[in-house]
């Protein structure tokens, strides 16, 4: 079945520093990707939408000079936590989405725990 | 928009008990709809979807889900449930091609 590697599954940075995530579908082009946030104890926040070869787009509220998404390919997206501060410790998750669209879901990675300190 | 609402924020069972985890959606379009379950530390994995056809869908676990068009309703259902079936769980819409999680259901089996 579908795969998607995500990675770090943990980081700890010390704040201003910028972290990268990646995702990557192993076993399909993911059209897109979607990158969510989760608080303990909390529903998924959808962040942003990625196409492939395009700009992202952001979901009311985000901040986008603050998390920089790349979809450079149709098996990667990256997710750029800028200048990070220990308000932005979360869960980030994300997913990807094949042509076929909805007839197969949409595959998760398995998230990234961001602790900065 | 479409929104989904999940009723119970933490569901405890003892183990080989029934359990239905309940999700009611607002549309008055036509819904895909999803449930995903979650553990510790974990994304997400598709337990079942519901995008046409039999209203009943089930997964290879045990756990089924009815879609009800009357009562706007995706409620999850297992008739036995496991210790390892602990994790939390959302119910899931699809809008404007994206998913729209509930706020989750928190079920604890204990022995």
């Known amino acids: 079945g579908a795969v998607v590697s995500q990675h770090p599954s943990w980081v700890i940075c010390k704040s201003g520093t910028s972290v990268k995530i990646e995702c990557r579908s192993l076993?399909?082009?993911?059209?897109?990707m979607f990158w969510y946030r989760q608080f303990p104890k909390q529903s998924l926040m959808l962040m942003a939408t990625?196409?492939?070869?395009?700009?992202?787009?952001?979901e009311q509220g985000v901040e986008k000079d603050k998390f920089l998404i790349n979809h450079a390919s149709l098996t990667l997206s990256t997710l750029t936590v800028t200048s990070a501060h220990p308000e932005d410790s979360s869960f980030y998750i994300c997913?990807?989405?094949?042509?076929?669209?909805?007839?197969?879901?949409?595959?998760f990675g398995s998230g990234t725990r961001l602790t900065v300190v | 928009a479409q929104s989904v609402t999940q009723l119970d924020s933490q569901v405890p069972v003892f183990e080989e008990a029934p359990v239905e985890l309940r999700c009611n959606y607002s549309s008055s379009v036509s819904v895909y709809l999803f449930w995903y379950v979650q553990y510790p530390n974990q994304g997400l994995q598709l337990l079942l979807k519901y995008l046409s056809g039999s209203t009943l869908v089930e997964s290879i676990n045990g756990f089924e889900a009815e879609f009800n068009k009357s009562q706007t309703s995706f409620h999850l259902r297992k008739p036995s449930v496991h210790i390892s079936d602990t994790a939390e769980y959302f119910c899931a819409v699809l809008q404007g091609g994206k998913l729209i999680f509930g706020q989750g259901t928190e079920l604890s089996v204990k022995p």
């Open positions: 990625s196409n492939e070869g395009s700009k992202a787009t952001y």
């Open positions: 997913s990807a989405r094949s042509r076929q669209g909805v007839i197969y879901g949409y595959t």
């Open positions: 076993d399909f082009q993911a059209t897109t």
